[in-house]
């Protein structure tokens, strides 16, 4: 007999009995242990639909005492009988004649009874008695392989429903891979296919990029018995999706990092201000000071002032959330004001102008210039229209120089990329960076030098793309 | 006597040196903790005038390293940074004072006085 459903099963059971001994209709009761009855579970002839879903106490009528006593009966003529529960037969209009019961088994334990009635040809005999009982007794084992058969279902389904509940995208897999389930949250997703076709070669804790969502994803193994009882591997694969705390921790490394940068050049602005206070205190003092040494002391004062004033300006700047101000800056003639001797500065072609805060990327270039000057004998600056944009290169740095620009804060610790907010060593560097980003360009730093690009495709402030040239 | 005074801003060690010399103080720079402490095993100092944030070596690795050695020199921190001072006061707490920045010349004169003694019972 091919495994089926546990309710098929009892069907096909009865069936064959009814056949087998030629009874006009029959039923198979399954017993209710909460509540000591019998269920019409299976009902076969012309009343079936009234019966089904009724139920009977054990040990009240005949079907009732089977399942009692765990004995089967012959009932020749019911009318002979007073257990006989004539109820069902006045509440259908049905005429039962005669009964053959036998209790149906699981393992020894009684799970219900099978009863026919009205023999076609005759009354029930004794050997009809065996032979019903012989039945009940060999589906026994179909019984209860449909019993398990209906318990893997019932967890199949059970795990499914929780793997449904489950907000995040769940895949599940057969040891060969392939698709034996997907939950009602991976269904959802419009990109499901290409999220999947993703997830194969990823090991567990790894991440999927798709459809610009990141997931993370955690793949388990457990065993399941399959339909026909086999214990088989399963792998779910649980897509959980980061995007959202992704971002946030980027925003709040970047709110980290200002925060530092922050700290840093407010750490800057007082070092110009202690020789300032300082110089104009001995200034005051009553103290005598040859005319030369007042006037050094003046010079340092302005000097310092000018500094501050710098780095204040950095500070405007930099809080502030737009572009300001912008016009068409030729960098050529910029870099040459910058010149002043200190560096060579080569223009290959004219002219190169770029849509910019003037003062913004004027402050921008001076300070990269005066941080270089601090720490480099010499260095060139060549300025040139590439095929996208603008380009300015620093070359001629010496090693030196390179390796003291990647000097962070502490003694040993040389960091990759001085440009990067996190140097709280170096503000002019880190201004210089979102000055130039702000402006649609990059930095390339390596041991070569330093490359500074513009590309043509800024955007004016309402985020039209513009000409590169005038 | 004589004082090191150790910064990475120039402008600021000159400040300090051109005060104390007018203080009658001899001086001596350096413009990191290990030029610092090389200059210190050279010299005498009475009194030592630290940042505590340079390249090279902090201030207070210095300060770490010329405790351990057992020295007891005087020491003023010049700190921007307030939670770096409580580092240093975990380390080191005796003739050791602060000093805040921006620093003020009246309240640096103070803290020398303080350290070294000089404050006299005339005023």
Sequence with gaps: MQVKSFRDTLKQILDLAQDLLKSEAGTIFLLDNERDELVFEIVNGPKADELKGKRLKIGEGIAGKTAQTGEGQIVTRVKERKDFQSKFDRATGFKTESLLTAPLRIKDRIIGVIELVNKKDGVYTDDDLQILEGFAKSASSILEMALLYERIEQSRKFLYGIIDSIPHPILLLDKEGNIVYQNRALNQLPFREELIKKTTKKRDGGTVECNGKTFTLTKSSFNMRDEVGRMVKYTTLIFVEITDKIMLAELMAQKEVKERFFAGVSHNLKNPLTPIIGLSQILMSPENLPDDVIKEYAMRINQEGKRLGKLVQMFISLSRDDLGNRSWVNIGDMLKRLENGAFSVYVLDEPVEIYANSEDLELALEVLFETLKEKASDFNVSCSSVDSGIQIIIDGLDSNTVQELKRGMEQEFLIDDPFDMSNTNSANLVFFREIVERHGGNIEYNNDGIKIKFFSGMKNNTGKLIEKYV | ?123
């Design chain 2, 1 to 123: 006597m004589k004082v090191l005074i150790v910064d990475d801003e120039p402008s600021i060690r000159y400040l300090f040196s051109e005060f104390l010399k007018m203080k009658g103080f001899d001086t001596d720079e350096a413009e990191n903790g290990m030029e610092g402490l090389k200059k210190f095993h050279k010299d005498n100092y009475d009194l030592l005038i630290l940042d505590i944030k340079m390249g090279f070596k902090h201030g207070i690795e210095m300060l770490e390293d010329i405790r351990r050695q057992g020295y007891n020199t005087p020491v003023i921190i010049c700190t921007a940074y307030k939670h770096l001072e409580e580092d240093v006061r975990i380390t080191s707490s005796e003739n050791v004072e602060f000093l805040a920045k921006p620093v003020d010349l009246q309240k640096l004169w103070e803290k020398i006085e303080k350290l070294l003694g000089l404050k006299t019972n005339a005023g």
